[in-house]
Each structure stands twice: as structure tokens, then as C-alpha cells.
């Protein structure tokens, strides 16, 4: 059965840092493409950041650049998101998911249920 399931997210002050973690059961993350997204209340649900298994490439969506990033250990199974520099509009429920195949576009296979994190003084 394949499972997702995040973590970390919590309340934070503004220029703070967090690290999500997401950690995969089912099946070996290192074949898939893996992706972060967020949605917050009232907005649409975007991709913040992706992982290929490929070549191991990376994705930022441009609100995130240079203050988010991607990694992965295969060896934990698991999917980590870095966000630094954290400012209140970054405030959502954050949501990994795997892609059906090694690269970040594509139909996504599974999600895991959130964590949310909040910016705010």
C-alpha cells in the first residue's frame, strides 16, 4: 500500500526556517519524481518544489527560490523540504506527492494528508 505521510510543519515567526519531511511506505521513492505543494485557505493549490529520480534534478516554483530547497534520502525513504527566509504569505497546509514516473511532470499517483505551517508574529 503506498503511503505518504508529512511532517514538521508548525508555527513559526516571520525569517524563521522549518524542515518537512516526507516519509514514503509502498514502494522505493527513488524511482519516482516527488513533489511539494501547498494550498492555502481560499487559494488554489500550486507546486512549490519537485525531485526527479532521474538525474535528480530539482523544480522551485519562483515565490520559494533561493530560500526553499529539495532533497531526498533514499535510504530513508524519504523527501525532505528546507524552507528558509519563511514569510507569512508562505502560510498553507503543505502536501507531498510521487509522480507514476522518474521525472517531475506528469499524473501523480498518491498524497500524503499535509502538515501545516504557519507564518506568522
Known amino acids: 500500500q503506498v503511503q505518504l505521510v508529512e511532517s514538521g510543519g508548525a508555527l513559526v515567526q516571520p525569517g524563521g526556517s522549518l524542515r518537512l519531511s516526507c516519509a514514503a511506505s509502498g514502494f522505493t521513492l527513488s524511482y519516482y519524481a516527488i513533489g511539494w505543494f501547498r494550498q492555502a485557505p481560499g487559494k488554489e493549490r500550486e507546486r512549490v518544489s519537485c525531485i526527479s529520480s532521474s538525474d535528480g534534478s530539482t523544480y522551485y516554483a519562483d515565490s520559494v527560490k533561493g530560500r526553499f530547497t529539495i532533497s531526498r534520502d533514499n535510504a530513508k525513504n524519504t523527501v525532505y523540504l528546507q524552507m528558509n527566509s519563511l514569510k507569512p504569505e508562505d502560510t498553507a497546509n503543505y502536501y507531498c506527492?510521487?509522480?507514476?514516473?522518474?521525472?517531475?511532470?506528469?499524473?501523480?499517483?498518491?498524497w500524503g494528508q499535509g502538515t501545516l505551517v504557519t507564518v506568522s508574529s
Open positions: 506527492a510521487v509522480y507514476n514516473i522518474d521525472r517531475c511532470h506528469g499524473p501523480l499517483d498518491a
